[in-house]
């Protein structure tokens, strides 16, 4: 069945959830995916910020609610309830930065508190490679594809600075949420 909102008809709803600690690009990313340009100045995400992007994917439509969660401490009870129906999360950290890095545990157990009731198709993205050449204690590409095998999980690196690897990440994480309904 096909449904319309807006002028646009569509086959199926897809939420995607975007988490992950304050500062590792999680906003820049999703404002690329949906077309809009990278800016530097951007300021945190305070709550949650929302997007929608439509795809063909084969003869279907799919509308795609992606959700941008602050990742500051002080908003994670109000974010919560944006995992209940979450069909694909993915958990980002820069790999510049190590502390984000390690706070993916953390955001594990956000993902089964919050998600209990569903099974989303899970994709850690490593962020900000274009800063990785600038920073001695970087997050090197194998152990972030260490860490989502562990998991079982897609991995992609993504630079929001120069696009690359953003339509890869959401497109794989598309695809398996739609495979797995």
Known sequence: MT???SGRSYDAI???LLIGNSGVGKSSCLLRYVGENFDEGLLATIGVDFRIKYETIGKKTYKLAVWDTAGQERFRGLTSSYYKGAQ????MYDVSDRDSFASLDGWMKEIQ???NTTNPVLCVIGNKIDTRRNSSNFVSTEEGREFAMAHQM??????AKTSEGIELAFDEL???VISHR
């Open 174 to 176: 598309v695809h398996k």
């Open 3 to 5: 449904v319309a909102d």
């Open 14 to 16: 897809i939420k995607l």
């Open 154 to 159: 897609l991995f992609v690196e993504t630079s």
């Open 113 to 115: 508190k919050h998600c």
């Open 88 to 91: 694909g999360v993915i958990l």
